[in-house]
């Protein structure tokens, strides 16, 4: 799987709009298969990546039922809400390690580096957390779940000099490329799904498999 990622002229303005001038002509890439059995629920995940000289921006758009947020605080348990992540190695050797995005639908975030799946961990620090602008269309706290269809939006940007402290850093520019995938997955609510962009071929459920990982094309 690959993505082209298109340069922005200026700052984003981050407020949820999927469709705003400047997200509306970014293809949006789709995260639609599963890991595991079929799960019941497969809700239409979806989303695009914009940069410019400063930061990576990201927004995620999932038309979902069954949806809960309870995690509190950096670094809590937001897999087992409902949450889009971004994982991605900011070059192309996979050896090096890889960042983990995990943000649940009320905006509450994990933010890692890791060598490989639980080797050499490191927590980004609230400093640096705080410095990753996020916009969340639903309330902090989801509880009990909506069980209604529902379509919520995450939208955020990652400064580069964040990611500088935890790993070498290949800056996004014309002909750059990263390794990445997206997933989508709700592992304690009613109806838990694992959902990737790329494909994981792996008999059970895990998104820690940067072997896996498609490609991010910068323009």
């Given at each position: ?11 984003v303005k981050l407020d949820g709009s999927w469709d705003k001038d400047v ?156 390794r990445a995938n997206f997933y989508k997955c709700a592992d304690k609510t ?30």
């Amino acid at each position: 799987m690959s993505y082209q990622v298109p340069k922005l002229g200026q700052p984003v303005k981050l407020d949820g709009s999927w469709d705003k001038d400047v997200w509306k002509k970014v293809p949006a890439l789709d995260i639609k298969s599963y890991m595991g059995e079929k799960p019941e629920h497969i809700p239409k995940t979806q989303a695009k990546l914009l940069y410019d000289d400063n930061s990576i921006y990201v927004i995620f758009r999932v038309e979902d039922r069954y949806v809960r947020a309870i995690a509190k605080g950096y670094h809590g348990p937001v897999c087992e809400d409902s949450c889009a992540e971004f994982f991605f190695t900011p070059f192309t050797d996979i050896s090096q390690g890889y960042f983990n995005v995990e943000m649940n639908a009320g905006g509450t975030m994990l933010f890692h580096h890791q060598r490989q799946r639980g080797r050499e961990v490191v927590q980004v620090s609230k400093a640096d957390c705080d410095q990753v602008e996020i916009f969340h269309s639903l309330p902090k706290i989801i509880d009990p779940e909506i069980t209604e269809p529902i379509t919520w939006i995450l939208e955020y940007r990652i400064p580069y000099r964040v990611l500088e402290k935890y790993a070498t850093l290949t800056r996004p520019g014309p002909g750059v490329t990263w390794r990445a995938n997206f997933y989508k997955c709700a592992d304690k609510t009613s109806r838990p799904h694992w959902l990737t962009w790329s494909v994981v071929d792996r008999p059970t459920p895990d998104f820690h498999r940067p072997e896996y990982f498609g490609t991010l094309e910068f323009k």
